[in-house]
């Protein structure tokens, strides 16, 4: 209970209310969260387009549309320089065998390392490499020990079809970082702020005797 002194406000009154503070009139603004959400969508944007056309130049690259079975032939255009990547699709590790009438020997090759890629229910895997002397049409036939498909696609680049799906990822994760960071800061700096202005705006203490009992002084009697 308070007891009120002539002195001023009640001796052992409880402390007066922190003063309301506006949320607008806190720094950093509030905008800053909206600078966050904005910046996260745009780099996690940057990153899908990233990986999406990266999955679709390299679906694009094989030309399914012109696939030929097992034992078949399919005419092809090709450019003097400019190696193509013969695909095939077969259920198992069925021995492949192709070649190309009229080309000259060492044009066909096979690459030093395996490269799959999905289709739509196919997988296709890189078998040969074709790098022509020549320009102009050749027929191209393949075979193999088991029922299969064979298609005729770009040269895969994987460094940079790797180095692509990378940036994508490496967006996604700057998106997330600097999504965090900023909606912390501006956290953490609003609430510093709020609490400098309550000090600002508060009331100055008032004190007064205590409620009861002699002053505080010397004991009575002599000294010395």
């Known amino acids: 209970m308070a007891i009120q002194t002539p002195w001023g406000a009640p001796y052992g009154s409880p402390p007066p209310p922190s003063p309301n503070i506006p949320a607008k009139d806190l720094r950093p603004r509030r905008i800053w969260y909206l600078v966050a959400a904005v910046l996260g969508l745009l780099l996690a944007g940057v990153g899908t387009a990233f990986i999406v056309v990266t999955v679709k130049n390299t679906v694009d690259s094989i030309d399914t549309a012109r ?7 399919q005419t092809f255009s090709f450019v003097q320089g400019k190696t193509k990547a013969i695909y095939v699709s077969q259920s198992g590790e069925g021995r492949v065998n192709c070649w190309i009438p009229g080309m000259q020997p060492g044009s066909l090759t096979q690459p030093d390392s395996t490269f799959h890629i999905s289709v739509g229910s196919r997988t296709w895997e890189r078998v040969f490499e074709v790098k022509p002397a020549g320009s102009g049409d050749y027929t191209l036939t393949c075979t193999s020990e088991l029922p299969a498909e064979f298609a005729l696609g770009d040269k895969p680049q994987v460094g940079a079809t790797i180095g692509s799906i990378a940036a994508g990822i490496g967006c996604f994760l700057a998106a997330f970082a600097a999504t965090v960071t900023i909606v912390v800061v501006t956290a953490v700096r609003r609430s510093r702020h709020r609490r400098r202005l ?5 009331p100055p203490p008032q004190w ?17």
């Open 208 to 224: 007064g005797p205590p409620p009861y009992g002699p002053t505080p002084g010397p004991p009575p009697g002599p000294l010395f």
């Open 198 to 202: 309550a000090a600002m705006w508060a």
């Open 67 to 73: 696939s030929f079975s097992s034992g078949d032939s």
